[in-house]
């Protein structure tokens, strides 16, 4: 049931770590200092982290409902408009974040903020990309093969009642190497990546 209330690198904390989405991750991902500055902004498609272990990160073009595709921006903030994340985190305005995960990911668990519009969400290396809405997508669904569960979602809603954003964690979850990942959208904010084996 819902509750209801009125990016330069990313940090990886490699080894074994412990955050709010989970008890032990193998790796976290996340925009803290000192690898992020609060105000960094990505105007082109390019390069956000690379850790030299198998884990690289791009930013790159929004892909629309009619196929077309376009490049907005990225930048690292620390005051989201809704309560969201732990610290600072990555805002996407028409981007996405494109993962090449390290050998051996079977489960990628993110935090999420979504202020509306299009979304896009691809797990593992698959044709299918889930082009749409975060607040319609269903709470459980899989895509090329891969569970992608939605869950602790938070909605907020203006003084006169209409829905203006949505909070919540994805999970995806396989039997073997996920691989790869892109998640982005119009207008949304990303935190908390636990990457686990």
């Given at each position: 049931?819902k509750k209801?209330?009125?990016?330069?690198?990313?940090?990886?904390?490699?080894?074994?770590?412990c955050?709010?989405?989970s008890?032990?991750?193998?790796?976290?991902?996340?925009f803290?200092?000192?690898?992020?500055?609060?105000?960094k902004?990505?105007s082109?498609?390019?390069?956000?982290?690379?850790?030299?272990?198998?884990?690289s990160?791009?930013i790159?073009?929004?892909?629309?409902?009619?196929?077309s595709t376009?490049?907005?921006?990225g930048?690292?903030?620390?005051?989201?408009?809704?309560?969201?994340?732990?610290g600072?985190?990555?805002?996407?305005g028409?981007?996405t974040?494109?993962?090449?995960?390290?050998?051996?990911?079977r489960?990628v668990?993110?935090?999420y903020?979504?202020?509306?519009?299009?979304i896009?969400?691809?797990?593992?290396?698959?044709v299918?990309?889930?082009?749409?809405?975060m607040w319609?997508?269903?709470?459980s669904?899989?895509?090329?093969?891969?569970?992608?569960?939605?869950?602790?979602?938070?909605?907020f809603?203006?003084?006169?009642g209409?829905?203006?954003?949505?909070k919540?964690?994805?999970?995806?979850s396989?039997?073997?190497?996920?691989?790869?990942?892109t998640?982005?959208?119009?207008?949304m904010?990303?935190?908390?990546f636990?990457?686990n084996?």
């Open positions: 049931m209801s209330i009125l990016l330069s690198p990313l940090v990886a904390l490699m080894g074994v770590g955050f709010l989405l008890s032990c991750c193998v790796a976290e991902l996340r803290d200092p000192p690898t992020f500055a609060v105000g902004h990505y082109s498609p390019g390069v956000v982290y690379n850790n030299g272990k198998g884990l990160v791009n790159g073009d929004l892909t629309s409902t009619s196929g376009y490049f907005g921006f930048e690292i903030i620390n005051s989201p408009p809704h309560p969201f994340g732990n600072q985190m990555i805002r996407l028409a981007t974040l494109n993962f090449d995960l390290t050998q051996g990911t489960h668990k993110f935090e903020l979504d202020q509306g519009g299009t896009n969400l691809k797990p593992g290396g698959g299918n990309l889930y082009i749409g809405n319609a997508m269903p709470p669904n899989v895509i090329n093969g891969i569970t992608v569960t939605k869950s602790n979602v938070i909605d809603f203006n003084p006169v209409v829905k203006i954003a949505e919540g964690t994805i999970d995806l396989y039997s073997s190497d996920i691989g790869s990942m998640v982005g959208g119009s207008e904010f990303l935190d908390n636990c990457l084996h």
